[in-house]
């Protein structure tokens, strides 16, 4: 199965990606978790990434596209993947459609993780995550056994520099310009899903399950 999830910053994209991943085995690949990962190596894609990153504005669609042309063209991306964070513009979403149609495949489905923006201020401010592992935590859902100690593998949690306050506003902008045109994109080639995660993402789980069922993605 191929999939692309997409949702606001703090829409609990990453949870939902988690979830669906342990469920199906498929390949998780979240561009800002690469970029993360750059960040801490001190790559070039790193330190060229961060400084777009730290402002909350999009990394540009160039760097962006090469990396993850060069990830999808991975063994392990033959012939399941779900992207979390990738495409973000429509250019990204040409380019991907491009990639997908010279290797032969087609996307089963989008996943478009609705939640208000007021929710999304109040989760984002509450989110920890693991310098680490990169788990994720919330002060008030899922806070870790011990302050401040990711209850996974022991390492620091801290709160992302782009989940300050300031930064939240400049990415949910961004994220209203650039990415939700996607959702219009996606539509017209009949591949939305819809899941309403205001609630619990449980809840957002069993409506992609039962999308899957309606679209003959899985049996029941
Ligand atoms: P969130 O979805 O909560 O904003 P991500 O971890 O997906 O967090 O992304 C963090 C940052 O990484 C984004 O604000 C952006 O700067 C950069 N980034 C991630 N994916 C992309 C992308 N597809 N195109 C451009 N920038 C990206
Ligand atoms: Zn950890």
Redesign the pocket.
Known sequence: MRLILL?????G??TIAEELTKQYGVVHI???????ANIKEKTPLGTE?KQ??D???????S??IAM?GDRLAQPDCASAFML??????IP?AEELDKLLADKGVSLDAVISVRISDDVIKTR?SD?RVCESCGASFSLSFRPTKVEGICDLCGGNVVQ?E??KPE?VLS?LK??HEKTQPLTDFYQKKGLILSADNEVSYIQAIEQINKGFIARGIIRE
């Open positions: 949702g606001a910053p703090g829409s994209k990453g979240s561009t800002g978790d690469i970029f993360r990434a777009y990153m402002r909350g504005e999009l990394v540009p669609d760097i962006t993850i979390d964070g990738f495409p973000r513009t990204q984002v989110r992302r782009d989940d930064t990415r961004t994220y």
